[in-house]
T-cell receptor, first 111, second 116 residues
Framework: SQQGEEDPQALSIQEGENATMNCSYK?????LQWYRQNSGRGLVHLIL?????REKHSGRLRVTLDTSKKSSSLLITASRAADTASYFC???????????FGGGTRLMVKP | ETGVTQTPRHLVMGMTNKKSLKCEQH?????MYWYKQSAKKPLELMFV???????ENNSVPSRFSPECPNSSHLFLHLHTLQPEDSALYLC???????????????FGSGTRLTVV
């Protein structure tokens, strides 16, 4: 099944800096979602962007979608230590109409 | 709490044991999912239930047996597991099945399973 692929696999920044994570996928999609997972916990839905949207904001989160490049980015501005987590993109590109997840980006924000 | 509750949080079982994982949601969602998360691997979809009916079995070995008695409850029955089955098992729900509809998934906190 089709998966998004996040880049980088791991990212370490200082508190207050911005963090950017990227997601690439291979076939056309109707929507793309971003999730956060704190260590050993379940995933939390952050934001959904539809294929006809180019940018969405939610608090300190900014998501962009470039369907021509089949890629999305998640920007976290003014990062905090509490943002330390793994971030996953998920797409509906699977032929079975299932949500499929990428391998995630592990973000560490140092205080 | 996300609205999806999984029990137990941790489980250690021998290869000859039989145990069950439980998932419960009271969000009014109609679709429920089991995922397996192993170290350094993407999330693996195992089973999907929509309105209590199983709609997806992602080639999961028969030692994993799901049960969905109603739209609010989902079980994963385990028997004669192998050490490589050790993982975090996540339950999720969504308003409806069908990723193209664009509904977000609500996940439970997971059950950390260790097979010894």
């Amino acid at each position: 099944s089709q998966q998004g692929e996040e880049d980088p696999q791991a990212l370490s920044i200082q508190e207050g800096e911005n963090a950017t994570m990227n997601c690439s996928y291979k076939t056309s999609i109707n929507n793309l979602q971003w999730y956060r997972q704190n260590s050993g916990r379940g995933l939390v839905h952050l934001i959904l962007i539809r294929s006809n949207e180019r940018e969405k904001h939610s608090g300190r989160l900014r998501v962009t979608l470039d369907t021509s490049k089949k890629s999305s980015s998640l920007l976290i501005t003014a990062s905090r230590a509490a943002d330390t987590a793994s971030y996953f993109c998920a797409t509906d590109a699977d032929a079975g109409n299932m949500l499929t997840f990428g391998g995630g980006t592990r973000l560490m924000v140092k205080p | 709490e996300t609205g999806v509750t999984q029990t137990p949080r941790h489980l250690v079982m021998g290869m000859t044991n039989k145990k069950s994982l439980k998932c419960e949601q009271h969000l009014g969602h109609n679709a429920m999912y089991w995922y397996k998360q192993s170290a350094k691997k993407p999330l693996e979809l195992m089973f999907v239930y929509n309105f209590k009916e199983q709609t997806e079995n992602n080639s999961v070995p028969s030692r994993f047996s799901p049960e969905c008695p109603n739209s609010s409850h989902l079980f994963l029955h385990l028997h004669t597991l192998q050490p490589e089955d050790s993982a975090l098992y996540l339950c999720a729900s969504s308003q409806a099945q069908g990723a193209r509809l664009g509904y977000g998934y609500t996940f439970g906190s997971g059950t950390r399973l260790t097979v010894v």
